[in-house]
């Protein structure tokens, strides 16, 4: 229903043709303008119009409904404290639970889940419409937790100080009130954190290109600032890196001087030191004292899309970072592996890290993979878990602590499944799976490539009846997105399977460029 919904608004609002340079629709970007909010109103009205005058409104609209509000779904996990946690959202708890379970108790498919904080009743008691957006625990216990809520659901965020145990927050904890901000902890008594302090103190995007240091019982304005960017930038965001038993190894300040080009700053010795890597690179990790980045562009004879490894100590000595690291050994380069270049048809679409392990998610002609990393020696070697395949697959939770890893499966016509995994053993096992919303036995996926007119193909598939007839006569949806490197691989789409195929129709997601399905380039 959402698809076929956007598909009408779209061909009901794509009716203008530019005539001029002027854009006769400039108005449009006052997103909250009096004028723009009526012309979205009239519009909308437009299509509520058509839609709800179709005779099949009522069904597919009690279709769909069964489909959205089903109650048999996966609570997807989380690690924390040994356990699990979820959030969860439903017809009597739309603002949602945030709950913990027992390890053994999920991977039994048997959960007893334990409320730790219901929005529904916070925003009751406190007259506002909060929604979660995550927290952040203190390791390696993961008692205290600074969890962020939104009030009506944008990004501007409130933070308050949690305490797991007695399942309430805590009157003289850290709190931090709205604003579009990132927050980690130093230690028990010590935050680090982003946020604009004074109007001036924002991007042109309206995030924090400052951070600082709150300690405990102390007021913002004793907070001690680390690092300054400029506003220009499109944000500043620190990153605490833990080993597996929570000791800080470095503070990073990750500066994105554009979308996508960020540098990182190591702040641990007062004085910020830039790490020595290409602006077109992300951080992904920390594992066995080697930070793991993915590489946007070529950079010290690694190629665009390399997984490499960056020796923390080495680097520290080589950028002469830390008197007593100098001490111990001598200055060297700064040292860095690769760990896996992707193929021509593959990109990284994810990593993550265990306690000895890189679990790098893939894409590999646009269908999922999940390769595991450990280090040998001098190098690195890789295995591939075995995972349905023709499938998008989400590496869903990865213990920080140990080898335990969660994997979403699904793909046009199978069902979500949920898989349990061990990333030293490199074993999976099914955990959960949900029921077919549509019958798929009439259908066949294929996957086709588009010759574009510089001679570059571009992949795509189509899902189509098993009879249908190459004559243009089955009706067929296209969908077809590029852009900040977001790849469409294959997805189980109920609404779509209910509404569309089953009554005869077919439908093609193409994976056009500006998408991440073939990696930077």
């Not at 061990?422 to 099914?430: C, K």
Request: net charge neutral; hydrophobic share 40%.
């Amino acid at each position: 229903m959402r698809s076929l919904l956007l598909l009408c608004a779209v061909v009901l609002a794509s009716g203008a043709v530019m005539t001029s340079d002027d854009d006769p629709f400039l108005w449009l970007e006052d997103v909250h303008g009096a004028k723009a909010l009526e012309w979205v109103k009239v519009q909308n009205e437009r299509s509520a119009a058509k839609l709800e005058g179709d005779a099949r409104y009522e069904t597919y609209k009690s279709e769909a409904l069964a489909i959205f509000t089903a109650k048999d779904r996966i609570s997807l996990p989380e690690f924390r404290a040994g356990g699990i946690d979820n959030t969860w959202q439903d017809d009597t708890h739309p603002h949602g639970l945030w709950r913990h379970a027992a390890l053994k108790s999920y991977r039994a498919g048997k959960a007893k889940w334990e409320t730790l904080l219901d929005l529904d009743k916070l925003s009751k008691d406190e007259g506002r419409n909060w929604f979660w957006k995550g927290v952040d625990c203190l390791p390696p216990e993961d008692r205290y937790c600074l969890v962020h809520l939104s009030d009506g659901g944008g990004d501007a965020i409130e933070v308050r100080e949690f305490d797991t145990e007695a399942k309430s927050f805590i009157a003289a904890g850290f709190h931090l009130e709205r604003a579009k901000q990132n927050v980690d902890w130093i230690d028990r008594d010590t935050i680090i954190v982003a946020r604009a302090w004074t109007p001036e103190e924002a991007t042109e995007s309206g995030y924090p290109f400052t951070l600082k240091l709150i300690k405990r019982g102390e007021p913002l304005s004793k907070a001690k600032e680390v690092f300054r960017g400029v506003k220009s930038d499109a944000l500043i965001a620190p990153r605490v890196m833990r080993d597996p038993d929570g000791v800080v190894r470095a503070t990073i300040a990750e500066r994105r001087v554009g979308f996508f080009e960020t540098e990182f700053y190591l702040l641990d010795s007062g004085t910020p030191v830039m790490l020595p890597l290409p602006k077109r690179s992300s951080l992904r990790g920390l594992v066995g004292g080697q930070l793991i980045f993915t590489l946007q562009e070529p950079w010290e004879g690694f190629e665009t899309g390399a997984l490499i490894a960056l020796d923390l100590d080495k680097t520290l000595i080589a950028l002469d970072y830390g008197k007593l690291l100098r001490e111990q050994a001598a200055k060297s380069a700064v040292a860095a592996q690769l760990i896996m270049q992707p193929g021509e048809k593959q990109t990284i679409d994810a990593v993550f890290t265990t306690r000895e392990r890189v679990v790098v998610q893939m894409l590999d002609d646009v269908k999922g993979t999940i390769e595991v990393f450990a280090r040998k020696g001098d190098g690195w070697v890789g295995q591939r878990l075995v995972l349905p395949k023709g499938s998008s697959l989400v590496v869903r939770a990865a213990q920080k602590t140990g080898p335990l890893l969660f994997v979403t499966s699904e793909s046009f016509l199978e069902p979500t499944k949920l898989w349990w995994g061990d990333a030293v053993r490199a074993q999976v096992e099914q955990v959960a799976a949900l029921p077919a919303r549509f019958k798929a036995s009439t259908h066949v996926v294929e996957q086709n490539w588009a010759t574009s007119p510089d001679g570059t193909k571009i992949p795509y598939f189509l899902v189509r009846p098993k009879r249908m007839k190459a004559d243009g006569s089955t009706p067929t949806l296209l969908f077809g997105y590029g852009g900040f490197q977001l790849s469409k691989p294959p997805v189980y789409l109920p609404e779509m399977g209910k509404l569309w195929l089953e009554r005869g129709g077919a439908y093609v997601i193409a994976n056009i460029r500006g998408g991440g399905e073939f990696g930077p380039a």
